[in-house]
């Protein structure tokens, strides 16, 4: 069976905000010869069919404990123990291999038909710029190809790293692949803990970069004032005021006004970020009043300087479901259409388990997954490397 003929692939990614496991099993259709196209151009797929099909997915959380060791590892700068780092590296591919098998199961298809396992794993830290640039994801892809018996590609992010790329993001591969429109020009925003997005103009270079954040701060400090893990459609936010000139004073942070290939991550937008920035005496709902304006503003100021002639923005992640932000990119968004990928076919939560899936896929085919005006890598790279399976 070639890489290329086999359609089953499995989609596995935790992100920044580390609240579980996202698994995604899709069929994607494939042209017949296949087409020797760059994977984000759309001429990969078989006319007059659906592109993709998402058979299954799920989010598995992670165990309390699981949680705490990441957001540890996550936010402490450079004393972990490398012993934490090994045994983390091998739970959390155990936790992923575990997420695949479950998925698997309760699907009732046979582990031999997937072609391969994408496998992002958890970045428990990204600097991708100045000396010696790296990013680190984790999530033992050993672990996974033994447990589950099948093919796992994994590390995507560092030979574009190597290349002088951010190594991220690498989702605009797949937006560009399956949602761009032939005329018009669309933005997908993925509200993770980051917010990324891309510009998909019909011609043109893609675009794609990270606005800054979109719930890390948000979940941050409703975990030190509520003791949630999110502030739920964001109604403690909407309870709040924003304080709009501590928000101009956020916005002169430099990572926004920097201008793209950019990436960030809990390196720089976390609580010390904060409390380093608010003023004595504010109402912590007014904090989150401001912290929700602070997302929609910078996603909204990066859209207007960078977005072209955009006139559709389409999220994803699980931002869509903070209603009060929602609402708020809406506001400032007044000239666009602001909508989910559902609208396009593809279930927001899932958008970046099936990227990870399809960046399998163009590993396996021998093309490359970055796009090289997104990331700034020197050229185009094949992504991740290929861990074998055991015979099942
Ligand atoms: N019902 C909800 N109300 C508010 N925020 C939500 C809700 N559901 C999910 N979120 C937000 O989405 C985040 C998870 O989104 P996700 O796309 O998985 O991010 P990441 O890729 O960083 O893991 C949560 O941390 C939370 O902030
Ligand atoms: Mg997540």
Known sequence: MTAAAASLYLGLISGTSADGIDAALVRFHFADPP??????????????????????????????????RILELATRDGTIALDALGRLDVDIGAAFAQAAITLLDDADIPRETIAAIGS?????RHRPDGASPFTLQIGDPSVIAE????LTVADFRRADVAAGGQGAPLLPAL???????????????????????TLLTPGRDVLGFDTGPANCLLDTWAARHLGVACDENGDWARSGTPDRAL??????????????????GREVFNLDWLDARLPPGIAAADVQATLLALSACSIADALRRHGRDTREVYACGGGVHNAALMDALRHELPDMRVDT????????????????AWLAHARLADLPGNIPSVTGARGLRR????HAARSL
């Open 120 to 124: 992002h794993g958890q970045t428990v």
């Open 35 to 68: 087409a020797k196209a760059r994977p984000f151009m759309a001429g990969a797929f078989a006319k007059n069919t659906p592109r993709l099909e998402v058979l299954a997915a799920r989010t598995f959380a992670y165990s309390d404990s699981l949680r705490g």
């Open 383 to 386: 992504l991740g490397a290929i």
């Open 175 to 197: 937006h560009a692949a399956v949602l761009a429109d032939a005329t018009i020009t669309r933005a997908i925003l993925n509200l993770g803990g980051i917010a990324n997005l």
């Open 247 to 264: 928000l101009s004073r956020w916005l002169a942070e430099p990572y926004f006004a920097a201008p793209p290939p950019k990436s960030s």
């Open 147 to 150: 447990r589950t018996g099948i």
């Open 341 to 356: 990928t559902a609208a396009l076919g593809l279930d927001p939560d899932y958008v970046e388990a099936v990227g990870f």
